[in-house]
DNA sequence: CATTCGATGTTGTCGGTGTCAACATTGATG
DNA sequence: CATCAATGTTGACACCGACAACATCGAATG
Protein backbone atom coordinates (compact mmCIF):
# COMPACT_ATOMS: atom_id res chain seq x y z
CA UNK A 1 0.00 0.00 0.00
CA UNK A 2 1.02 3.85 -0.22
CA UNK A 3 2.04 4.03 -3.35
CA UNK A 4 2.50 7.50 -3.65
CA UNK A 5 4.55 7.99 -6.79
CA UNK A 6 4.28 11.33 -7.69
CA UNK A 7 6.65 12.90 -5.60
CA UNK A 8 7.48 16.07 -8.37
CA UNK A 9 7.65 18.60 -5.41
CA UNK A 10 8.55 18.52 -1.79
CA UNK A 11 12.17 19.66 -2.65
CA UNK A 12 13.91 17.79 -0.19
CA UNK A 13 14.75 20.40 2.36
CA UNK A 14 17.10 19.32 5.17
CA UNK A 15 14.21 16.86 6.35
CA UNK A 16 13.71 19.55 9.32
CA UNK A 17 11.03 22.06 10.18
CA UNK A 18 9.62 22.54 6.90
CA UNK A 19 6.52 24.05 6.90
CA UNK A 20 4.84 22.13 4.55
CA UNK A 21 4.76 18.58 4.25
CA UNK A 22 5.04 17.90 0.71
CA UNK A 23 2.02 14.51 0.43
CA UNK A 24 0.69 15.08 4.22
CA UNK A 25 -3.06 13.60 2.93
CA UNK A 26 -1.58 10.74 1.65
CA UNK A 27 0.39 10.35 5.12
CA UNK A 28 -2.47 10.85 7.04
CA UNK A 29 -4.08 7.81 5.22
CA UNK A 30 -1.04 5.72 6.23
CA UNK A 31 -0.74 6.55 9.75
CA UNK A 32 -4.34 6.14 9.81
CA UNK A 33 -3.93 2.64 8.52
CA UNK A 34 -1.23 1.87 10.85
CA UNK A 35 -2.59 3.67 13.95
CA UNK A 36 -5.57 1.23 13.12
CA UNK A 37 -3.59 -1.78 12.75
CA UNK A 38 -1.57 -0.83 15.65
CA UNK A 39 -3.75 0.00 18.32
CA UNK A 40 -7.54 -0.66 17.01
CA UNK A 41 -10.35 1.56 15.81
CA UNK A 42 -10.86 2.65 19.65
CA UNK A 43 -7.98 4.36 19.00
CA UNK A 44 -7.99 6.01 15.38
CA UNK A 45 -7.99 9.78 16.32
CA UNK A 46 -7.82 12.74 13.86
CA UNK A 47 -5.29 14.26 16.82
CA UNK A 48 -3.13 10.90 16.86
CA UNK A 49 -2.72 10.31 13.39
CA UNK A 50 -1.90 14.11 12.56
CA UNK A 51 0.54 13.73 15.69
CA UNK A 52 1.93 10.52 13.56
CA UNK A 53 1.79 12.50 10.44
CA UNK A 54 4.20 15.02 12.31
CA UNK A 55 1.38 17.88 11.81
CA UNK A 56 -0.67 19.59 14.63
CA UNK A 57 -4.23 18.76 15.20
CA UNK A 58 -6.03 20.67 12.82
CA UNK A 59 -3.91 20.11 9.73
CA UNK A 60 -5.83 17.54 8.80
CA UNK A 61 -8.94 19.58 7.52
CA UNK A 62 -7.17 21.18 4.78
CA UNK A 63 -7.63 17.37 3.29
CA UNK A 64 -10.37 15.75 5.09
CA UNK A 65 -13.51 17.66 5.70
CA UNK A 66 -14.05 15.18 8.48
CA UNK A 67 -12.51 12.34 10.54
CA UNK A 68 -15.34 10.32 8.12
CA UNK A 69 -13.61 11.71 5.32
CA UNK A 70 -10.39 10.23 6.29
CA UNK A 71 -11.76 6.92 6.66
CA UNK A 72 -13.58 7.09 3.05
CA UNK A 73 -9.94 7.53 1.75
CA UNK A 74 -8.68 4.63 2.98
CA UNK A 75 -11.69 2.57 1.92
CA UNK A 76 -11.60 4.24 -1.57
CA UNK A 77 -7.68 2.76 -1.10
CA UNK A 78 -8.70 -0.57 -0.28
CA UNK A 79 -10.98 -1.22 -3.14
CA UNK A 80 -8.62 -0.23 -5.79
CA UNK A 81 -5.59 -2.38 -3.95
CA UNK A 82 -8.00 -4.94 -3.83
CA UNK A 83 -9.51 -5.28 -7.26
CA UNK A 84 -5.81 -4.56 -8.37
CA UNK A 85 -4.54 -7.49 -6.78
CA UNK A 86 -7.42 -9.42 -7.78
CA UNK A 87 -6.21 -8.77 -11.23
CA UNK A 88 -3.52 -9.34 -11.22
CA UNK A 89 -3.39 -13.22 -10.06
CA UNK A 90 -6.42 -13.93 -12.23
CA UNK A 91 -4.10 -12.77 -15.08
CA UNK A 92 -1.48 -15.67 -14.04
CA UNK A 93 -4.03 -18.32 -14.04
CA UNK A 94 -6.77 -19.90 -17.27
CA UNK A 95 -9.89 -21.28 -17.33
CA UNK A 96 -12.94 -20.29 -15.75
CA UNK A 97 -12.42 -22.29 -12.72
CA UNK A 98 -9.20 -21.76 -11.99
CA UNK A 99 -9.45 -18.30 -12.53
CA UNK A 100 -12.40 -17.93 -10.15
CA UNK A 101 -10.84 -20.35 -7.56
CA UNK A 102 -7.76 -17.47 -7.46
CA UNK A 103 -9.91 -14.31 -7.19
CA UNK A 104 -11.65 -16.23 -4.33
CA UNK A 105 -8.52 -16.80 -2.87
CA UNK A 106 -7.15 -13.45 -3.64
CA UNK A 107 -10.04 -11.55 -1.94
CA UNK A 108 -9.64 -13.52 1.42
CA UNK A 109 -6.04 -13.09 1.44
CA UNK A 110 -6.30 -9.65 0.82
CA UNK A 111 -8.49 -9.16 3.72
CA UNK A 112 -6.09 -11.28 6.02
CA UNK A 113 -3.18 -8.98 4.76
CA UNK A 114 -4.73 -5.57 5.06
CA UNK A 115 -6.97 -6.04 7.75
CA UNK A 116 -7.28 -2.03 8.27
CA UNK A 117 -8.26 -1.62 5.10
CA UNK A 118 -10.76 -4.31 4.79
CA UNK A 119 -12.96 -3.24 8.04
CA UNK A 120 -12.64 0.28 6.81
CA UNK A 121 -14.16 -0.93 3.63
CA UNK A 122 -16.71 -3.43 4.97
CA UNK A 123 -17.48 -2.07 8.71
CA UNK A 124 -20.37 0.06 10.04
CA UNK A 125 -17.77 3.61 10.32
CA UNK A 126 -19.99 5.13 7.69
CA UNK A 127 -23.14 7.31 8.78
CA UNK A 128 -23.17 8.63 5.14
CA UNK A 129 -23.66 6.65 2.09
CA UNK A 130 -20.81 5.64 1.29
CA UNK A 131 -20.32 4.06 -2.37
CA UNK A 132 -17.54 1.59 -3.30
CA UNK A 133 -16.28 3.28 -6.53
CA UNK A 134 -13.66 0.79 -7.56
CA UNK A 135 -11.05 2.61 -9.61
CA UNK A 136 -12.31 1.89 -13.26
CA UNK A 137 -16.17 1.09 -13.30
CA UNK A 138 -16.20 -2.82 -13.67
CA UNK A 139 -13.70 -3.37 -12.56
CA UNK A 140 -14.25 -3.92 -8.58
CA UNK A 141 -13.88 -7.16 -6.74
CA UNK A 142 -18.14 -7.95 -7.28
CA UNK A 143 -17.48 -7.74 -11.48
CA UNK A 144 -14.84 -9.86 -11.95
CA UNK A 145 -16.40 -12.44 -9.77
CA UNK A 146 -19.36 -12.16 -12.18
CA UNK A 147 -16.93 -12.07 -15.32
CA UNK A 148 -15.67 -15.46 -14.18
CA UNK A 149 -19.25 -17.28 -13.19
CA UNK A 150 -19.97 -16.01 -16.71
CA UNK A 151 -17.16 -17.48 -18.65
CA UNK A 152 -17.85 -20.53 -16.52
CA UNK A 153 -21.03 -20.81 -17.40
CA UNK A 154 -20.55 -20.14 -21.04
CA UNK A 155 -17.65 -22.94 -21.25
CA UNK A 156 -20.32 -25.61 -19.44
CA UNK A 157 -18.34 -25.68 -16.03
CA UNK A 158 -20.69 -23.74 -13.75
CA UNK A 159 -23.99 -24.52 -12.65
CA UNK A 160 -26.58 -22.80 -15.09
CA UNK A 161 -28.90 -20.25 -13.40
CA UNK A 162 -28.92 -16.19 -12.58
CA UNK A 163 -25.18 -14.92 -12.93
CA UNK A 164 -25.79 -12.40 -10.18
CA UNK A 165 -27.46 -14.95 -7.97
CA UNK A 166 -23.97 -17.52 -8.30
CA UNK A 167 -21.96 -14.43 -8.15
CA UNK A 168 -23.29 -13.78 -5.09
CA UNK A 169 -23.25 -16.78 -3.67
CA UNK A 170 -19.01 -16.53 -4.29
CA UNK A 171 -18.78 -13.36 -3.16
CA UNK A 172 -21.18 -14.53 0.46
CA UNK A 173 -18.55 -17.61 0.50
CA UNK A 174 -15.39 -15.31 0.37
CA UNK A 175 -16.77 -12.42 2.37
CA UNK A 176 -17.80 -14.46 4.91
CA UNK A 177 -14.65 -16.45 5.24
CA UNK A 178 -12.34 -13.21 4.94
CA UNK A 179 -14.61 -11.48 8.11
CA UNK A 180 -14.62 -14.37 9.91
CA UNK A 181 -10.67 -14.43 10.07
CA UNK A 182 -10.23 -10.72 10.06
CA UNK A 183 -12.46 -10.44 13.31
CA UNK A 184 -10.79 -13.83 14.53
CA UNK A 185 -13.66 -15.53 15.33
CA UNK A 186 -11.67 -18.51 13.85
CA UNK A 187 -8.49 -19.41 13.82
CA UNK A 188 -7.14 -20.94 10.86
CA UNK A 189 -4.68 -23.63 13.42
CA UNK A 190 -8.60 -25.35 14.56
CA UNK A 191 -9.43 -25.81 11.32
CA UNK A 192 -6.75 -28.48 9.78
CA UNK A 193 -4.80 -25.39 8.49
CA UNK A 194 -1.44 -23.90 9.39
CA UNK A 195 -2.36 -20.59 7.52
CA UNK A 196 -4.88 -18.56 6.28
CA UNK A 197 -3.71 -19.23 2.72
CA UNK A 198 -4.30 -22.88 2.74
CA UNK A 199 -7.71 -22.37 4.55
CA UNK A 200 -8.63 -19.63 1.69
CA UNK A 201 -7.76 -22.45 -1.21
CA UNK A 202 -9.17 -25.52 0.71
CA UNK A 203 -12.72 -23.22 1.28
CA UNK A 204 -12.42 -21.48 -1.97
CA UNK A 205 -11.73 -25.25 -4.03
CA UNK A 206 -15.01 -26.30 -1.81
CA UNK A 207 -16.85 -23.13 -3.13
CA UNK A 208 -15.84 -23.80 -6.85
CA UNK A 209 -16.70 -27.62 -6.26
CA UNK A 210 -19.96 -26.47 -5.48
CA UNK A 211 -20.84 -24.19 -8.00
CA UNK A 212 -19.45 -26.82 -10.84
CA UNK A 213 -22.25 -28.38 -13.27
CA UNK A 214 -23.29 -31.54 -12.16
CA UNK A 215 -20.65 -34.53 -14.39
CA UNK A 216 -21.98 -34.41 -17.96
CA UNK A 217 -23.86 -31.25 -18.07
CA UNK A 218 -27.24 -33.65 -18.04
CA UNK A 219 -28.56 -31.23 -14.73
CA UNK A 220 -30.39 -34.05 -13.26
CA UNK B 1 -35.05 -8.43 22.42
CA UNK B 2 -35.25 -6.98 25.93
CA UNK B 3 -36.91 -9.66 27.44
CA UNK B 4 -36.93 -8.31 31.28
CA UNK B 5 -39.07 -11.28 33.15
CA UNK B 6 -37.80 -10.40 36.78
CA UNK B 7 -39.99 -7.35 37.59
CA UNK B 8 -40.04 -8.41 41.23
CA UNK B 9 -39.27 -5.11 42.51
CA UNK B 10 -39.51 -1.58 41.82
CA UNK B 11 -42.67 -1.55 43.38
CA UNK B 12 -44.35 1.19 40.53
CA UNK B 13 -43.86 4.47 42.52
CA UNK B 14 -45.79 7.44 40.51
CA UNK B 15 -43.68 6.79 37.71
CA UNK B 16 -42.21 10.03 38.51
CA UNK B 17 -39.01 10.97 40.17
CA UNK B 18 -38.00 7.86 41.59
CA UNK B 19 -34.13 7.73 42.51
CA UNK B 20 -33.59 3.98 41.62
CA UNK B 21 -34.59 2.44 38.21
CA UNK B 22 -35.63 -0.94 38.90
CA UNK B 23 -33.65 -2.20 35.90
CA UNK B 24 -31.34 0.48 34.76
CA UNK B 25 -28.42 -2.39 33.51
CA UNK B 26 -31.41 -3.46 30.93
CA UNK B 27 -32.43 -0.53 30.33
CA UNK B 28 -29.10 0.70 29.23
CA UNK B 29 -28.60 -1.93 26.89
CA UNK B 30 -32.04 -1.55 25.10
CA UNK B 31 -31.05 2.18 24.62
CA UNK B 32 -27.54 1.12 23.47
CA UNK B 33 -29.08 -1.07 20.77
CA UNK B 34 -32.09 1.62 19.72
CA UNK B 35 -29.17 4.24 19.98
CA UNK B 36 -26.67 2.23 17.47
CA UNK B 37 -29.89 1.12 15.27
CA UNK B 38 -31.27 4.78 15.00
CA UNK B 39 -27.84 6.71 14.76
CA UNK B 40 -24.95 4.39 14.13
CA UNK B 41 -22.03 3.82 15.94
CA UNK B 42 -20.61 7.26 15.84
CA UNK B 43 -23.26 8.32 17.65
CA UNK B 44 -23.17 5.79 20.52
CA UNK B 45 -22.01 7.51 23.43
CA UNK B 46 -22.46 6.59 27.39
CA UNK B 47 -24.06 10.06 28.14
CA UNK B 48 -26.50 9.46 25.20
CA UNK B 49 -27.50 6.06 26.56
CA UNK B 50 -27.57 7.53 29.94
CA UNK B 51 -29.99 9.91 28.80
CA UNK B 52 -31.78 7.74 27.01
CA UNK B 53 -32.46 5.78 30.22
CA UNK B 54 -33.30 9.01 32.38
CA UNK B 55 -30.15 8.29 34.39
CA UNK B 56 -27.39 11.05 34.66
CA UNK B 57 -24.11 10.72 32.80
CA UNK B 58 -22.20 8.67 35.17
CA UNK B 59 -25.03 6.37 36.20
CA UNK B 60 -24.35 3.41 33.98
CA UNK B 61 -20.61 3.17 35.77
CA UNK B 62 -22.18 1.06 38.48
CA UNK B 63 -23.28 -1.24 35.96
CA UNK B 64 -20.70 -1.53 33.88
CA UNK B 65 -16.73 -0.97 34.17
CA UNK B 66 -16.79 1.20 30.78
CA UNK B 67 -18.40 1.61 27.54
CA UNK B 68 -16.83 -1.61 26.34
CA UNK B 69 -18.51 -3.63 28.77
CA UNK B 70 -21.96 -2.52 27.81
CA UNK B 71 -20.80 -3.71 24.09
CA UNK B 72 -20.00 -6.64 25.58
CA UNK B 73 -23.29 -7.48 27.00
CA UNK B 74 -24.79 -6.20 23.73
CA UNK B 75 -23.21 -9.01 22.10
CA UNK B 76 -23.47 -11.71 25.17
CA UNK B 77 -27.40 -10.92 24.44
CA UNK B 78 -27.27 -10.99 20.84
CA UNK B 79 -25.26 -14.92 20.92
CA UNK B 80 -27.84 -15.87 23.00
CA UNK B 81 -30.87 -14.58 21.21
CA UNK B 82 -29.55 -15.98 17.87
CA UNK B 83 -28.66 -19.63 19.19
CA UNK B 84 -32.51 -19.43 20.54
CA UNK B 85 -33.86 -18.47 17.23
CA UNK B 86 -31.76 -21.25 15.52
CA UNK B 87 -33.12 -23.91 17.70
CA UNK B 88 -36.44 -22.89 17.79
CA UNK B 89 -36.29 -22.73 13.86
CA UNK B 90 -34.94 -26.04 13.49
CA UNK B 91 -36.82 -27.85 16.42
CA UNK B 92 -40.15 -27.44 13.69
CA UNK B 93 -38.06 -29.33 10.91
CA UNK B 94 -36.88 -32.42 10.47
CA UNK B 95 -33.77 -34.12 8.46
CA UNK B 96 -30.46 -33.15 7.91
CA UNK B 97 -30.79 -31.04 5.21
CA UNK B 98 -33.88 -29.34 5.86
CA UNK B 99 -32.59 -28.88 9.54
CA UNK B 100 -29.40 -27.25 7.90
CA UNK B 101 -31.30 -25.19 5.62
CA UNK B 102 -33.25 -23.54 8.83
CA UNK B 103 -30.43 -22.87 10.89
CA UNK B 104 -28.55 -20.87 7.60
CA UNK B 105 -31.88 -19.00 7.02
CA UNK B 106 -32.52 -18.65 10.44
CA UNK B 107 -28.55 -17.20 11.00
CA UNK B 108 -29.05 -14.37 7.77
CA UNK B 109 -32.40 -13.65 9.22
CA UNK B 110 -31.31 -12.60 12.87
CA UNK B 111 -28.86 -10.49 11.56
CA UNK B 112 -30.98 -8.75 8.96
CA UNK B 113 -33.96 -8.05 11.99
CA UNK B 114 -31.17 -7.43 14.62
CA UNK B 115 -28.22 -5.30 12.78
CA UNK B 116 -27.02 -3.97 15.90
CA UNK B 117 -26.65 -7.11 18.29
CA UNK B 118 -24.88 -8.54 14.69
CA UNK B 119 -22.69 -5.82 14.80
CA UNK B 120 -21.26 -5.60 18.05
CA UNK B 121 -21.16 -9.53 17.88
CA UNK B 122 -18.71 -9.21 15.09
CA UNK B 123 -17.54 -6.14 14.44
CA UNK B 124 -13.99 -4.45 15.17
CA UNK B 125 -15.20 -2.98 18.41
CA UNK B 126 -13.57 -4.65 21.24
CA UNK B 127 -9.93 -4.17 21.99
CA UNK B 128 -9.90 -6.97 24.96
CA UNK B 129 -10.18 -10.41 23.60
CA UNK B 130 -13.81 -11.15 23.90
CA UNK B 131 -15.43 -14.98 24.10
CA UNK B 132 -18.74 -15.70 22.23
CA UNK B 133 -19.98 -17.75 25.71
CA UNK B 134 -23.12 -19.05 24.72
CA UNK B 135 -25.60 -19.53 26.84
CA UNK B 136 -24.90 -22.78 26.99
CA UNK B 137 -21.30 -25.21 26.17
CA UNK B 138 -22.26 -26.07 22.58
CA UNK B 139 -25.42 -24.31 22.03
CA UNK B 140 -23.68 -21.28 19.75
CA UNK B 141 -24.74 -21.07 16.50
CA UNK B 142 -21.47 -22.70 15.16
CA UNK B 143 -21.91 -26.07 16.97
CA UNK B 144 -25.39 -26.24 15.68
CA UNK B 145 -24.05 -26.39 11.88
CA UNK B 146 -21.35 -28.36 13.13
CA UNK B 147 -24.25 -31.13 14.29
CA UNK B 148 -26.24 -30.81 11.26
CA UNK B 149 -23.32 -31.41 9.32
CA UNK B 150 -22.66 -34.51 11.27
CA UNK B 151 -26.26 -35.70 10.89
CA UNK B 152 -26.07 -35.14 7.37
CA UNK B 153 -22.89 -36.69 6.71
CA UNK B 154 -24.42 -39.61 8.79
CA UNK B 155 -27.65 -39.98 6.76
CA UNK B 156 -25.44 -40.11 3.83
CA UNK B 157 -27.10 -37.08 2.37
CA UNK B 158 -23.89 -34.99 2.60
CA UNK B 159 -20.67 -34.70 1.09
CA UNK B 160 -17.63 -36.85 3.06
CA UNK B 161 -14.64 -34.74 4.63
CA UNK B 162 -13.84 -32.98 7.74
CA UNK B 163 -16.80 -31.78 9.74
CA UNK B 164 -15.19 -28.86 11.04
CA UNK B 165 -14.40 -27.51 7.44
CA UNK B 166 -17.39 -28.35 5.66
CA UNK B 167 -19.19 -26.62 8.68
CA UNK B 168 -16.67 -23.71 8.41
CA UNK B 169 -17.95 -23.18 4.47
CA UNK B 170 -21.77 -23.40 6.01
CA UNK B 171 -20.11 -20.84 8.37
CA UNK B 172 -18.89 -18.56 5.98
CA UNK B 173 -21.61 -18.76 3.31
CA UNK B 174 -24.19 -17.19 5.83
CA UNK B 175 -21.84 -14.90 7.85
CA UNK B 176 -20.72 -13.36 4.08
CA UNK B 177 -24.28 -13.06 3.21
CA UNK B 178 -25.57 -11.90 6.39
CA UNK B 179 -22.97 -9.39 6.81
CA UNK B 180 -23.07 -7.96 2.83
CA UNK B 181 -27.22 -7.81 4.08
CA UNK B 182 -26.26 -5.67 7.35
CA UNK B 183 -23.67 -3.59 6.13
CA UNK B 184 -25.69 -2.80 2.85
CA UNK B 185 -23.24 -3.99 0.13
CA UNK B 186 -26.23 -5.90 -1.34
CA UNK B 187 -29.72 -4.61 -1.99
CA UNK B 188 -32.31 -7.86 -2.13
CA UNK B 189 -34.24 -5.52 -4.97
CA UNK B 190 -30.75 -6.11 -7.16
CA UNK B 191 -30.37 -9.99 -7.06
CA UNK B 192 -33.94 -11.24 -7.64
CA UNK B 193 -35.34 -11.21 -4.54
CA UNK B 194 -37.92 -8.48 -3.11
CA UNK B 195 -36.85 -9.66 0.27
CA UNK B 196 -34.15 -10.63 2.40
CA UNK B 197 -36.19 -13.60 3.57
CA UNK B 198 -36.60 -15.10 -0.19
CA UNK B 199 -32.63 -14.17 -0.55
CA UNK B 200 -31.51 -15.93 2.39
CA UNK B 201 -33.53 -19.23 1.70
CA UNK B 202 -32.54 -19.05 -2.03
CA UNK B 203 -28.71 -18.64 -1.20
CA UNK B 204 -28.93 -21.27 1.93
CA UNK B 205 -30.48 -23.61 -0.35
CA UNK B 206 -28.01 -23.32 -2.84
CA UNK B 207 -25.33 -23.76 -0.11
CA UNK B 208 -26.66 -26.80 0.86
CA UNK B 209 -27.33 -28.21 -2.62
CA UNK B 210 -23.33 -27.72 -3.13
CA UNK B 211 -22.15 -29.49 -0.08
CA UNK B 212 -24.76 -32.26 -0.53
CA UNK B 213 -23.26 -35.53 -1.60
CA UNK B 214 -22.97 -36.21 -5.46
CA UNK B 215 -24.65 -39.59 -5.58
CA UNK B 216 -28.56 -38.59 -7.08
CA UNK B 217 -28.47 -35.76 -9.23
CA UNK B 218 -32.15 -35.73 -8.92
CA UNK B 219 -31.82 -31.91 -7.62
CA UNK B 220 -32.91 -32.84 -4.59
C1' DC C 1 -40.20 1.32 64.61
C1' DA C 2 -35.39 3.30 64.38
C1' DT C 3 -30.69 2.35 62.87
C1' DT C 4 -27.51 0.86 59.90
C1' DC C 5 -25.27 -0.16 55.59
C1' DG C 6 -24.51 -1.67 51.01
C1' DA C 7 -26.31 -0.75 46.51
C1' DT C 8 -27.38 2.68 43.35
C1' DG C 9 -27.80 7.34 41.39
C1' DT C 10 -25.77 12.38 41.32
C1' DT C 11 -22.49 16.11 41.05
C1' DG C 12 -18.19 17.85 39.95
C1' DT C 13 -13.95 17.39 37.69
C1' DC C 14 -10.07 16.05 34.54
C1' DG C 15 -7.71 15.13 30.27
C1' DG C 16 -8.69 14.06 25.52
C1' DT C 17 -11.29 14.66 21.14
C1' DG C 18 -13.78 16.69 16.79
C1' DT C 19 -14.48 20.84 14.75
C1' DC C 20 -14.25 25.61 13.60
C1' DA C 21 -12.33 30.45 13.09
C1' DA C 22 -8.47 33.41 12.93
C1' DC C 23 -3.78 33.75 11.96
C1' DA C 24 0.96 32.47 9.91
C1' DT C 25 3.95 30.60 6.38
C1' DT C 26 5.04 28.97 2.06
C1' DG C 27 5.78 28.34 -2.97
C1' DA C 28 4.11 29.58 -7.43
C1' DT C 29 2.68 33.12 -10.53
C1' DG C 30 2.48 37.68 -12.31
C1' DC D 1 9.75 41.66 -6.06
C1' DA D 2 4.68 41.57 -4.82
C1' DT D 3 0.72 38.92 -4.49
C1' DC D 4 -2.19 35.14 -3.52
C1' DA D 5 -4.08 30.68 -2.95
C1' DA D 6 -2.75 26.60 -0.63
C1' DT D 7 -1.37 24.72 3.45
C1' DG D 8 -0.07 24.47 8.34
C1' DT D 9 -0.69 26.62 13.30
C1' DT D 10 -2.92 28.51 17.35
C1' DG D 11 -6.65 28.99 20.17
C1' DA D 12 -11.22 28.08 21.46
C1' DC D 13 -15.70 25.48 22.42
C1' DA D 14 -18.73 21.76 23.36
C1' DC D 15 -18.80 17.04 24.13
C1' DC D 16 -17.06 12.57 25.78
C1' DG D 17 -15.05 8.68 28.93
C1' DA D 18 -13.66 8.02 33.32
C1' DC D 19 -13.03 8.75 38.19
C1' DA D 20 -13.87 10.49 43.11
C1' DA D 21 -16.79 12.32 46.49
C1' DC D 22 -21.34 12.81 47.92
C1' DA D 23 -26.55 11.74 48.27
C1' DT D 24 -30.39 8.69 48.49
C1' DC D 25 -32.78 4.60 48.71
C1' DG D 26 -34.31 0.00 50.47
C1' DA D 27 -33.61 -4.07 53.07
C1' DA D 28 -31.91 -6.31 57.07
C1' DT D 29 -31.28 -6.05 61.91
C1' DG D 30 -32.15 -4.87 66.68
Given at each position: ?9 A ?9 H ?24 T ?40 M ?23 F ?10 M ?13 S ?13 I ?26 G ?44
Amino acid sequence: MATRGKRTQATERTEKSRYHHGDLRQALVDAAVALIAEEGFAALTLREVARRAGVTHAAPYRHFADKEALLEAVAAEGYRAMAREMRQRMERVTGPLEQLITAGEAYVLFAVRHPPHFRVMFGPHFTRPHEPVASEAGEDAFSLLVRCIEAGQAAGLLRAGDRLSLALTAWSQVHGLASLLVDRQIDPAEHGSESAETLARTQTRRLVEGLAAPLGQGRG
